[in-house]
């Protein structure tokens, strides 16, 4: 007869056991690897090592910095397959189609804001402990620096490349208003880079670009101001459920309605502020509606963000709802029409992103 209250205890696979410890190791080399990789965009070393091989010594000089640094992160980036090692020569090469990822600020494969907000928020992560402990949140505005630039720096470049290009054509006739003059509402913009992309495409359009969190809004406006559209948008501190004035041509949210305490009362905002024959167009992270379906490394990547960032920024504020970052296509579908909404599809998508049309 099985003893309930003792089970037996399982044997034990070593090499499994030692499989997972070699694992684990990696997992603290990659989390280590987090900041060596911010280290080297905000030194420069990238960007030095895209011409050709280099040295520790050279990358120093290079880039004014202490050998014996440039000398452990060449190292470092070597032992984790990042640079190309020449045991012969002692010199340290970064391949070319990673300096484009390393580099290359206009490319979509563009990863150093991908680091730098995962390290911002590892940054923040005991407090996200202790929030944890009673099931309080912690808002968006009050998470360090390097949060709130690495996520612009992360998701912009998506949103240069596809935009324009790709996300705005899968809307049904969205683009042959916004090109005969259109007025758009561009909710949860943050620094502005999305609501910026579109009034450069579209001179005929007006664009209000909102965000609760003042200081991305003052980064917003002297943004349009450098690119010379701000007589074409504004941008306005404001939360998603009280938004001003009504009859928009186009509602956009780019990567922000996982964020919202009150997703819902949102939708119901947008529904009111957009004309009858109005689009909603909602970028969000790539996700599936199952929870196996985002099991892979994109998946796992916002899992994290979601658990230490996303969940904490919507339980920080009324209602609370906290859908997290891979919520799926069915879930959004819901919260819209719940809100008011008729029509919610997915017409496009990256590795990163999805893209929804949601119609009255």
Request: hydrophobic fraction near 40%.
């Amino acid at each position: 007869m099985t003893d309930l209250k003792h089970p037996p205890t399982p044997a034990i696979d070593m090499d499994k056991l030692m499989g997972f410890v070699f694992r684990a190791v990696d997992e603290v080399g990659a989390s280590l690897n987090t900041g060596l990789v911010v280290m080297g965009d905000k030194l420069g070393y990238y960007r030095a090592m895209k011409d050709g091989a280099t040295t520790a010594r050279d990358l120093a000089v290079a880039t004014d910095t202490g050998e014996p640094y440039a000398r452990e992160w060449l190292n470092a980036q070597a032992a984790g397959g990042i640079v190309d090692y020449d045991p012969a020569t002692g010199a340290y090469t970064l391949p070319p189609e990673y300096a484009v990822a390393m580099t290359d600020e206009t490319s979509p494969a563009f990863l150093p804001g991908l680091f730098q907000i995962a390290l911002g928020t590892l940054q923040d992560s005991d407090r996200i402990v202790e929030k944890a402990r009673s099931g309080a949140g912690l808002g968006w505005h009050e998470h360090n620096h390097d949060v709130h630039e690495g996520c612009e720096r992360f998701f912009a470049p998506s949103y240069n490349a596809y935009l324009v290009s790709a996300w705005l054509p899968a809307l049904d006739g969205v683009v042959a208003r916004l090109e005969r003059g259109a007025r758009v509402i561009d909710i949860g913009c943050g620094h502005g880079a999305s609501t910026i992309i579109m009034a450069k495409a579209f001179p005929r359009s007006t664009f209000l670009g909102t965000d609760y969190h003042e200081a991305s809004i003052t980064e917003a406006r002297r943004r349009a101001e450098d690119a010379g559209v701000e007589d074409q948008v504004t941008f306005e501190v404001a939360s998603a459920e009280g938004l001003n004035g009504s009859g928009y041509d186009l509602a956009t949210t780019f990567d922000a309605l996982h964020d919202m305490g009150d997703p819902v009362g949102a939708a119901r905002a947008v529904r009111a502020a957009l004309a009858d024959d109005g689009t909603w167009m909602v970028v969000e992270p790539m996700s599936g509606d199952h929870v196996e379906e985002n099991f892979n490394p994109v998946g796992r990547a916002y899992y994290g963000f979601s658990t230490l960032l996303c969940t904490p920024a919507s339980l920080s504020q009324e209602v609370g709802l906290a859908i997290g970052t891979q919520a799926g296509p069915a879930k959004i579908r819901d919260v819209v029409t719940t809100g008011g909404f008729t029509r919610c599809e997915r017409v496009a998508q990256t590795p990163f992103n999805q893209v929804l049309e949601i119609r009255p």
